[in-house]
């Protein structure tokens, strides 16, 4: 009997080579870890300052006052801070779970059914992702204002429930996570195409619909121009209007500076909890993917 041996050519590789580090991309990353962590640096420094220590000491000098300007915040205004940040949550949370959920049926739907018209509405929803929220706030107060929605939780939830780019990302994924086998096989076991979404298709997109929650979420949280046009009710206000009205108070009385620093240190805190709750979704993902790889 004749073996048969595959020849292996190999490729001269310089010692060294293949675990030389990156100087210049290390350098990069690290210029902008710096950039991005140094405010919160200066947030958490400034925060545990009073009044008088914040523009009188070292910017980075941490302070005594923490305690003292917690006291303050949550005094101020009857504690209005904490309703602020319950509003919030409330805009976020609702706002970024029922985002999520419409981006899931339309990118399921965009990505599985066949009918006319699909492509025009893809291309649709892509030059949507282009166009600056900020230039629809104006014509959403004008159409709310019409039904008598203004100065309600819905004025702020409404705008914010169809995201153009979470539809992109949920088309992507249910085309990539969600076989075409796994439905057929499910419509010839003669489930319905509802339950084909909730049964079969959902549990397979919740990474993606988890990236998606997150960055509506965050987008949510942060968002600024909409309420402050939208609301006129300071009970109604979320932790960005509400610490922009203190801001704006701060010019007359400037104690309120330290109230406005420590409330936005205590606005990050539920951002970094809820990326390190959900990280887990998006490691799974990988995990499974590398498996199946």
């Not at 009918?115 to 291309?123: L, P, V």
């Not at 004025?155 to 996570?177: E, K």
């Not at 009710?233 to 932790?239: R, T």
């Amino acid at each position: 009997m004749t073996l048969l041996q595959e020849r292996k050519t190999t490729i001269p590789v310089r010692p060294g080579a293949r675990h030389r580090p990156s100087w210049l991309g290390t350098a990069i990353l690290l210029v902008g870890a710096i950039y991005c962590l140094l405010p919160i640096a200066w947030v958490v420094a400034a925060a545990t300052k009073n009044g008088s220590d914040l523009f009188t000491t070292f910017t980075f000098a941490p302070g005594t006052g923490f305690a003292e300007n917690l006291g303050d915040l949550s005094a101020n205004g009857g504690g209005i801070y904490w309703q602020w940040l319950a509003n919030t949550a409330i805009y976020a949370g609702v706002g970024g779970a029922l985002s999520a959920l419409v981006s899931g049926i339309s990118g399921y739907t965009l990505a599985k059914y066949r009918f006319a018209g699909r492509s025009a509405i893809f291309n649709v929803l892509l030059a949507g992702v282009l166009v600056p929220g900020i230039t629809l706030a104006v014509p959403q107060y004008l159409l709310l204002a019409k039904v008598g929605l203004t100065d309600t939780y819905w004025s702020v939830l409404l705008p914010q429930i169809i995201s153009p780019y979470g539809i992109y990302l949920a088309r992507i994924y249910a085309a990539a996570a969600v076989p075409d086998t796994v439905v057929e096989a499910a419509r010839t076991d003669g489930a319905g195409e509802f339950r084909i979404f909730a049964r079969v298709a959902l549990p397979m997109m919740v990474p993606g619909l988890v990236t998606v929650f997150l960055f509506q979420f965050v987008a949510i949280w942060n968002n600024f121009l909409l309420p402050f046009i939208m609301l006129s009710s300071d009970d109604k206000f979320p932790v960005t209007v509400g610490l922009f009205t203190l801001l704006n108070q701060g010019s007359t009385v400037p104690a309120l500076y330290s109230l406005v620093i420590i409330g936005s240190l205590l606005s990050i805190i539920p951002l970094i909890v809820l990326f390190l709750t959900l990280q887990r979704h998006w490691r799974t993902d990988l995990i499974s993917g590398a498996v199946k790889g």
